[in-house]
């Protein structure tokens, strides 16, 4: 047995062999101390991925409850109570910005998954484009933006892609226009056959995407760096990098036009 009085060579053996045993670093060795728990390199993007798979899950319960309420208060608020009905709008605009946010976290998830293309199935473009104008509708009024989806356009039209993910590529690029249309600006959404392919046009009033952003616009950098740029359309929820994610995983494409309109195109095979 050894002393454990703090004078003589006994507590240093002692203290030496509860060292070792127990990974304890005497600080007087001018070594950091050992880290524990997961460590930088453990963080895949895979175990990543997963997370943020979980965490847009759970952020969707609450969120869906309190869209429920919010529907049920406007039900029983007197309809002579004005102030009442715009704060509930202002709850509700919110409350789909934080579903539309994250609906992007979960898109992306899928990119440090490596975004795999989902079963295409052929559908109608008209009900496509009537379904992401009533998504984007309350985003648009919160905005005072002017936003027209020309559904007849795609009477015609049916595509093969996977339909719920090119209709978050589309919503993403609605609520970039809007966001860039300017107060009382326009946005409008089109589609049309172009050969082999259905385009799906979304235009703004607002500025173009400047020449020198590019496709950079579309990247997870580019988020980054075009966020405090002049033109580099930067919108919530990490938009155009959303919706490139999208379309991809839709089977689709998402691209810039000219520089002399805010034009941004979704393009998808036709059937």
């Known amino acids: 047995m050894c002393c454990l009085s703090r004078s003589g060579a006994g507590f240093e053996k002692c203290f030496a062999i509860f060292s070792a045993r127990c990974e304890i670093v005497p600080a007087r060795s001018g070594r950091p101390p050992p880290r524990h728990g997961l460590m930088k390199e453990e963080l895949s993007s895979e175990l990543v991925s997963a997370l943020l798979g979980l965490f847009a899950h759970d952020l969707r319960n609450p969120l869906s409850a309190l869209h429920s309420n919010v529907s049920f208060l406007g039900s029983v608020v007197s309809s002579g109570d004005t102030e009442a009905h715009e704060a509930l709008e202002d709850v509700a605009a919110s409350s789909d910005a934080l579903g539309h946010i994250t609906d992007n976290l979960e898109l992306f998830a899928l990119a440090l998954d490596g975004a795999k293309r989902r079963e295409p199935l052929e559908f109608p473009v008209r009900e496509l484009l009537r379904e992401a104008g009533q998504r984007s509708r309350r985003f648009a009024d919160s905005y005072r933006v002017r936003l027209e989806v ?14 719920d993910m090119l209709l978050r590529a589309l919503s993403n690029l609605i609520r970039n226009a809007i966001q860039h249309a300017g107060e009382s600006g326009k946005v409008t959404v089109r589609a049309a056959r172009v050969g082999a392919e259905v385009i799906v046009g979304v235009t703004d009033s607002g500025v173009p995407l400047a ?37 991809g995983v839709a089977g689709a494409k998402v691209r810039c036009t000219a520089a002399s309109e805010a034009r941004f195109e979704l393009c998808v095979t036709g059937r």
């Open 150 to 163: 020309d559904a007849d356009s795609a009477v015609e039209l049916r595509c093969l892609a996977n339909r």
């Open 211 to 247: 020449r020198d952003v590019g496709e950079q616009a579309f990247t997870a950098e580019g988020q980054l760096s075009t966020k405090n740029v002049s033109g580099g359309r930067y919108s919530r929820g990490l938009g155009l990098y959303a919706a490139r994610i999208a379309a």
